[in-house]
């Protein structure tokens, strides 16, 4: 089992920007793909970037590409999220998300393996 611990949650003015971290600790390899999720009130939680390996092959979603840097260090074990130019549609709480297995890249709710528990990101216009 992987555990995952978020932070760097917070708020901030729209055009701001965040560094999120995920700290992995437990069974985890480097092999399997991470991810970030988001998630409001009301709403399904939603793909917002993967990586696979340290400094491998990323994805993003529409909305945030271009903005949003999705980085690994495996050394320290630890996810970043770099977020920059944050709007207001972009408040959420953030999860960290392990893929189920290591053949995945989790781009949907049920390929993820470990969520963590989530941080609040705020984002006033």
């Known amino acids: 089992q992987v555990q995952l611990v978020e932070s760097g949650g917070g708020s901030v003015q729209a055009g701001g920007s965040l560094r999120l971290a995920c700290a992995t600790s437990?069974?985890?390899?480097?092999?399997?793909?991470m991810a970030w999720f988001r998630q409001t009130p009301g709403n399904e939680r939603e793909f917002v970037a993967s990586i696979i390996g340290s400094g491998g092959l990323t994805e993003y979603a529409d909305s945030v590409g271009g903005r949003f840097t999705i980085s690994r260090d495996s050394a320290k074990n630890t996810v970043f999220l770099q977020m920059n130019d944050l709007k207001p549609e972009d408040a959420a709480v953030y999860y960290c998300a392990a893929a189920r297995t290591s053949a995945l890249i989790p781009r949907r709710p049920d390929q993820v393996g470990s969520w963590g528990q989530g941080t609040q990101v705020t984002v006033s216009s």
């Open positions: 437990g069974r985890t390899s480097s092999a399997v793909a």
